[in-house]
């Protein structure tokens, strides 16, 4: 960025906004929101911690040499979303099966969404920064074509360059916002499906350790559908 603003003359930040027009400040507003997102996500995947599968190897280690109720400890020391729904899996084991499948895919659901929790408005702001520095440089063009319909007499290259120029920046803030909110927004939902096959694994073990009759699902699909449609307008 500083050697975009050394391509304009060494314009200073201050006059790239003032010359972009009253949007830019709109997209400013999309880059905070989007890095307070990105701080907020950062900071929640810190607490929950690394990867669950040693914690996971060493719960059912725990489970076959002293039993569930021995294990179930363990649950509550650890802050991954994949320990929430094992400690349903293990508060529930001797209850119905068909009550115990519904409360942990209900557990397994409530833990995605905090996973998840305010991804969405990354998705939004790279849709919208593009569009919003879209409009800001066709409303620029609109006032550069304007004055110079009023010009008397002969119309110079500079006095239509000038507009253009300064209306084009809106569309390159749009873009220098919506990029990384979108590369942001797949690394999360990247690291968000991750957690969601460990949570499918962890009650695939359970399942064959304690009660591989009658299998418990975590369901993730849905959620998938919904993304894939999400995007499928970007393509």
Known sequence: MPYFFLMLGGMSFMDFMVRGGALMWVLLAFSFVALAVTIERTLTYIYYGYSPDRWLRSLLQTIRTSGSATAL?????????????????LEELNRPTKVRQDNIRRTGSLALEGVEKNLRILAALAHLAP??????????MV????KIESIQGTVKPSDLAGGIWEALLTTVFG??????????YHAFEGHADKIARRMEMAVTSLDDLLSPSS???????PRQRAQEEEFSTVQ
């Open 143 to 146: 006032v550069a074509f304007s």
């Open 131 to 140: 569009l919003v520095g879209l409009l800001g440089t066709v409303q620029g």
């Open 215 to 221: 299998p418990s699902t975590v369901t993730t699909k």
């Open 73 to 89: 400890p363990l649950t509550a020391a650890c802050h991954h979303p994949v320990a929430r729904v094992v400690q349903t899996y």
């Open 175 to 184: 873009l220098v916002v919506a990029i990384p909110c979108m590369a942001l």
